[in-house]
Nanobody, 120 residues
């Protein structure tokens, strides 16, 4: 599975962005997926995850109520709708495919990352 993330950019605090992650193989529909982010000088951390059919979603506490993860298994695309963005949301965002039907604990495939910068 190859993953291609896109949709990042520069936005002011309070603004919105939608990230997309296009998958190259039909096996996308069988895999749990997730978004991670890496802030400058920090480790990559989990942001949101979704099960293979979208019935289960989980989020890190700092983005609950602001971010929504979703997927389109017909188009093989994973999304992350981000609203009310804060400067602390700045970082490189990566999509990842789990080796199971639910997100985690291990991720076998990773996208190349897309930069999100939130100005204050």
């Amino acid at each position: 599975v190859q993953l291609q993330a896109s949709g990042g950019g520069l936005v002011q605090a309070g603004g919105s962005l939608r990230l997309s992650c296009a998958a190259s193989a039909r096996t996308f529909s069988n895999n749990g997926m997730a978004w991670f982010r890496q802030a400058p000088g920090k480790e990559r951390t989990f942001v949101a995850g979704i099960s293979w059919n979208g019935s289960y979603k989980n989020y890190v506490d700092s983005v609950k109520g602001r971010f929504t993860i979703s997927r389109d298994n017909l188009k093989n695309i994973l999304y992350l709708q981000m609203s009310n963005l804060k400067p602390d949301d700045t970082g490189v965002y990566y999509c990842a495919a789990s080796s199971r039907a639910v997100p985690g604990p291990e991720y076998r495939y990773w996208g190349q990352g897309t930069q999100v910068t939130v100005s204050s």
